[in-house]
């Protein structure tokens, strides 16, 4: 039973290692939407007005460009989410080695824009304002470690809530088998709770990159 409910979670479990192409659907449907018509052109305003989302969120020098680049890492993430929801599809960002990659990335991506272009400020988020001067190696510390984390509690919450609705769906599902009204009272569930992780796939998609957003403004 539980090799069954986390099956979903395996990438070869289905389709072998042709299951993976699912990372790549986005990059594959962005260079085809061109030739998508009406389509293409609803994706891209799609796209355009959540650049301008970003970029009021961010409202700093050379906000332009850091909020496309979020814009397309949340498009990009709603799309995998979306697309695990298939059945037999390959639910990639519940697997640890995609949702640590992208957090390990973006994070040292801000990182790296901050320290780089203003060394100053972002070693002043180091020490609180108005902290005691005996405190200070201790706040570093602390806050040193807050900083080194941030990947790996990005990736949890994006692995932990996909994973979570999949598993919830599976064990509803069990319940077809016991009889005729257990199963049309499981196919009811199963799609209240499809509906819900269409909005999860959304959510936790501009929950990653509103993250990474304020780790670029934090860091800038």
Request: with cysteine; aromatic share 16%; hydrophobic share 60%.
């Given at each position: 039973m ?69 814009a ?26 995609i ?54 509690t ?64 934090e860091?800038?």
């Amino acid at each position: 039973m539980m090799m069954s409910l986390f099956s979903v979670f395996d990438p070869v479990s289905y389709f072998g290692q042709v299951n993976w192409i699912v990372v790549l659907y986005f990059f594959i449907f962005f260079s085809n939407m061109f030739y998508l018509g009406g389509v293409g052109a609803l994706f891209m305003g799609f796209v355009f007005s959540s650049v301008d989302r970003f970029f009021s969120v961010l409202g700093a020098p050379h906000g332009s460009v850091i909020s496309t680049v979020m814009a397309f890492v949340f498009v990009y993430i709603m799309m995998e989410n979306v697309m695990g929801l298939f059945p037999f599809v390959f639910t990639c960002t519940a697997h640890p080695l995609i949702t640590l990659g992208l957090g390990l990335v973006g994070w040292f991506m801000c990182f790296l824009m901050g320290w780089f272009s203003n060394f100053m400020l972002s070693a002043a988020h180091l020490v609180p304002a108005g902290s005691p001067l005996g405190l200070s190696f201790l706040l570093v510390l602390i806050e040193s470690i807050s900083h080194l984390i941030r990947p790996l509690t990005l990736s949890i919450r994006l692995a932990a809530n996909m994973m979570a609705g999949h598993l919830i769906i599976g064990l509803i599902s069990s319940i077809s088998k016991v009889g005729l009204v257990s199963g049309v009272l499981s196919v009811f569930m199963q799609t209240i709770m499809l509906v819900l992780e269409s909005g999860v796939a959304v959510v936790q998609g501009l929950v990653f990159s509103i993250l990474l957003t304020l780790y670029t403004i934090e860091y800038y």
